[in-house]
């Protein structure tokens, strides 16, 4: 059963008072059944959440349906595993401390090293490679062992035994992958740290299900004898933490309650003067189906018809989608020039049967599997075939490749193709078959190394703008602190300056205060002086008169002239100010534009190393929304993947993004991600419309001309399929 967060689900059980006549709701997959409609809606919704995880294999982000499916195929996986190889596999797996990459990892590597009996393999005889099968094994030496053989004929049965080194014994690759080992693991395995396998397969094939001593040690060690100190001071420092809880939650509950009783009065006023209780507002976002049309919604547009003018049949759309896909991530790995979604559905709809662009495509594929050395290189080494794929054998490869794969529905076709007419095949099995190779390409060696490169880039990519976002964000609080103290600093300068200046302004203000009220004094005790003096004392007083009223004229002068210059230069200042701060806003503009180009470039080479291909999104409806960035067009799937259509212009796009309601968990998370890609699917829009405008001025370019010479139109765009050159293909001269 599929895991929600990381353990087992409960189903609900069926009523046990159904009555005939009832109405119920149950769940396809699951067959639990349903009286309340809400309830039945609610599970509905959870099983269509991707938070369901795979049993068998570990897969996250699932349905729960898909995660039946791919336990179910796990399953199926696990029957396939070799019975000779269970036992010792089981041993490796019992009372194990490792992780789980690395279980696998020592397993597939003592395989390797290590033969065991009933292991069928090949072995080199007379300068040739046969299958053979390890009879026995012949412990003469450690360093040196023998084993006796039988050699297999092409029915697997045996016709002739030998006692071999083991140099001559050999594998191209172990008889299952890793991925069926995982499941194996995970299938025949009750708990993790350490692995324990079931009861029954241990009493099955006689392993021990008691714990070695190693391991009891280290139970001992860790429980009970070594760490006892550790443990007291672990409980002590629980129940410090314990304690520190129940004071906070003891506050928590005093506020809460007193909150609590305010509410309550509120609501009891509320309800005394309107007679009713006041309904809660609702907390959006919520799931999309309960989402009801409110009188703060913003104005909608239509959603627009998806265009569906596809060439293949509705139901094969996805597998179209999936195998272009795969062939233009991995186009240099597998040497395949990159060809488009269009050329790519007009030559599967084609009925020529050696077309360039289906041939290399098909080649590509095979050869990475050649290459791979597993059991499609030991299925065309013991037909002898030829050292390399061309136009003229292809179809004896695929035939091969068929035969080893086994599924009815596509072997059916081998006489077909073995008489050369693989374009009358139906475009289903067309695209079955690809299916198929890409499954088996995503096994190989090469496409998993590719992808763990591409998962270590990508982490070393996220690491960096991790990163560089932290100190971004570093260098903003600290500029936000220096700000903050310069203010304070010029706060504290200003107000000294205005002290000072107070004191300035009143020593100016009484600057001839003195003089004047010395007058004022002496004239005041005039009485006091003589009347002989008196006269002498006016000429004087009329001359100093005189004298401070120049004084007092050039002062002023001075101080206009002083005014002046510290204006002009106070304005110097203010415009090299207003220079400098204009400076800074153009330094802080492109350094801002070149963080933003800094971070899109990130964002770009991590789009750029592909591991998985996911929907931008759904909507109200659970229909898929998918973006290739190497098409230019945003898919529409429906929720049973049987309907699929696309929107090709920014208008449409533009109608799509304003249907979306933000209310909906997930047309608001849809949205979102419509909103980050925006320019760029925008550009790739524009560009694919340019194009097709260039292809039809083309064609009607190409068909005057040939209307004009009466010949066939040649260099027809709508044709360009037809000229499709791998200018990346790689000669395979040996296998």
């Known amino acids: 059963m599929p895991l929600f967060k990381r353990k087992a689900f409960p189903l609900v059980e069926p009523p046990r008072d159904l009555e005939p006549h009832e109405i119920i709701f149950q769940v396809r997959f699951t067959k639990e059944i349903f009286r309340d409609?809400?309830?039945?809606?609610?599970?509905?919704?959870?099983?269509?959440?991707?938070?369901?995880?795979?049993?068998?294999?570990?897969?996250?982000?699932?349905?729960?349906?898909?995660?039946?499916?791919?336990?179910?195929?796990?399953?199926?996986?696990?029957?396939?595993?070799?019975?000779?190889?269970?036992?010792?596999?089981?041993?490796?797996?019992?009372?194990?401390?490792?992780?789980?990459?690395?279980?696998?990892?020592?397993?597939?590597?003592?395989?390797?090293?290590?033969?065991?009996?009933?292991?069928?393999?090949?072995?080199?005889?007379?300068?040739?490679?046969?299958?053979?099968?390890?009879?026995?094994?012949?412990?003469?030496?450690?360093?040196?062992?023998?084993?006796?053989?039988?050699?297999?004929?092409?029915?697997?049965?045996?016709?002739?035994?030998?006692?071999?080194?083991?140099?001559?014994?050999?594998?191209?690759?172990?008889?299952?992958?890793?991925?069926?080992?995982?499941?194996?693991?995970?299938?025949?395995?009750?708990?993790?740290?350490?692995?324990?396998?079931?009861?029954?397969?241990?009493?099955?094939?006689?392993?021990?299900?008691?714990?070695?001593?190693?391991?009891?040690?280290?139970?001992?060690?860790?429980?009970?004898?070594?760490?006892?100190?550790?443990?007291?001071?672990?409980?002590?420092?629980?129940?410090?933490?314990?304690?520190?809880?129940?004071?906070?939650?003891?506050?928590?509950?005093?506020?809460?309650?007193?909150?609590?009783?305010?509410?309550?009065?509120?609501?009891?006023k509320a309800k005394k003067e309107n007679g009713k209780p006041k309904e809660e507002p609702i907390k959006y976002p919520i799931d999309d189906l309960l989402v009801q049309p409110a009188a703060d919604d913003p104005v909608f547009t239509d959603r627009p018809s998806p265009s569906r003018d596809f060439g293949v049949p509705m139901d094969c759309v996805g597998d179209l989608l999936m195998v272009w896909d795969f062939c233009s991530s991995f186009s240099r790995l597998l040497h395949l020039w990159p060809f488009?979604?269009?050329?790519?559905?007009?030559?599967?709809?084609?009925?020529?049967?050696?077309?360039?662009?289906?041939?290399?495509?098909?080649?590509?594929?095979?050869?990475?599997?050649i290459k791979n050395e597993g059991n499609y290189f030991m299925a065309i080494q013991n037909k002898k075939r030829k050292a390399k794929i061309t136009l003229m054998n292809w179809t004896e490869y695929l035939c091969d490749f068929l035969e080893m794969v086994d599924i009815p529905e596509l072997s059916s076709q081998i006489p077909t193709i073995k008489r050369g007419h693989y374009g009358l095949l139906d475009i289903h099995v067309k695209l079955g078959i690809f299916q198929e190779l890409v499954a088996e390409s995503l096994e190989t060696d090469a496409v998993r190394k590719k992808l763990e490169e591409y998962i270590e880039q990508q982490q070393a990519l996220a690491a960096t703008k991790r990163g560089e976002a932290l100190e971004e964000a570093r260098k903003r609080r600290e500029e936000k602190v220096l700000l903050k103290a310069g203010c304070n600093i010029k706060e504290v300068k200003q107000g000294r300056d205005l002290e000072n200046g107070g004191g300035n302004l009143q020593a100016s203000e009484n600057g001839f205060g003195p003089r004047q009220n010395g007058d004022v004094l002496e004239e005041r005790n005039g009485n006091v002086l003589s009347k002989g003096n008196r006269v002498s004392e006016n000429s004087e007083c009329s001359h100093i008169n005189v004298t401070s009223r120049k004084i007092t004229k050039k002062q002023k002068t001075d101080v206009v002239n002083a005014t002046g210059k510290s204006k002009e230069q106070s304005k110097i200042e203010e415009n090299r100010k207003e220079l400098k701060r204009m400076k800074d806003k153009e330094k802080e503009a492109q350094e801002k534009k070149c963080r933003e180009q800094r971070k899109e470039h990130l964002e770009r080479e991590i789009e750029k190393r592909f591991i998985r291909t996911s929907p931008l999104g759904k909507d109200r409806n659970y229909n898929r929304y998918w973006y290739f960035r190497r098409d230019g067009r945003i898919f529409v799937e429906n929720s049973d993947s049987k309907l699929w259509g696309y929107y090709s212009s920014k208008e449409e796009l533009d109608a799509l993004m304003g249907s979306?309601?933000?209310?909906?968990?997930?047309?608001?998370?849809?949205?979102?991600?419509?909103?980050?890609?925006?320019?760029?699917?925008?550009?790739?829009?524009?560009?694919?419309?340019?194009?097709?405008?260039?292809?039809?001025?083309?064609?009607?370019?190409?068909?005057?001309?040939?209307?004009?010479v009466r010949a066939p139109p040649r260099g027809s765009p709508a044709l360009a399929f037809l000229r499709y050159v791998n200018k990346w293909k790689e000669d395979y001269t040996k296998f």
């Open 37 to 268: 409609y809400q309830e039945y809606l609610k599970r509905i919704n959870l099983y269509r959440r991707r938070v369901w995880t795979c049993k068998v294999t570990g897969k996250q982000n699932l349905t729960y349906e898909e995660a039946l499916v791919s336990e179910c195929r796990a399953t199926e996986k696990v029957q396939q595993f070799p019975n000779e190889l269970m036992a010792p596999v089981l041993r490796m797996i019992q009372f194990s401390t490792l992780r789980l990459k690395e279980l696998i990892n020592t397993i597939c590597t003592k395989l390797q090293e290590h033969l065991s009996e009933g292991l069928e393999l090949y072995g080199r005889k007379e300068n040739c490679i046969y299958p053979c099968k390890i009879l026995k094994v012949l412990e003469d030496d450690i360093d040196n062992l023998r084993y006796e053989v039988g050699w297999l004929d092409k029915d697997k049965k045996l016709t002739d035994t030998s006692v071999v080194n083991a140099d001559v014994l050999f594998r191209k690759k172990l008889p299952f992958s890793r991925g069926v080992l995982k499941s194996f693991i995970r299938e025949s395995t009750s708990q993790s740290c350490p692995w324990v396998i079931h009861d029954k397969l241990a009493k099955k094939h006689g392993i021990s299900i008691e714990p070695p001593q190693e391991l009891w040690d280290i139970i001992m060690q860790s429980g009970s004898l070594g760490g006892n100190k550790q443990k007291k001071k672990n409980k002590e420092v629980k129940e410090t933490l314990d304690a520190e809880k129940r004071e906070t939650n003891k506050n928590k509950r005093k506020k809460l309650e007193c909150k609590n009783s305010e509410v309550v009065t509120m609501t009891k």
């Open 340 to 369: 488009s979604l269009e050329d790519f559905e007009n030559a599967i709809c084609h009925k020529d049967s050696n077309l360039i662009l289906i041939v290399e495509s098909h080649s590509s594929l095979l050869n990475l599997l």
């Open 660 to 708: 979306l309601n933000c209310k909906g968990e997930r047309e608001r998370a849809l949205k979102k991600q419509l909103e980050k890609y925006y320019q760029r699917i925008c550009v790739s829009l524009t560009k694919r419309l340019k194009d097709i405008a260039q292809k039809i001025a083309l064609e009607e370019a190409v068909l005057r001309r040939s209307t004009r």
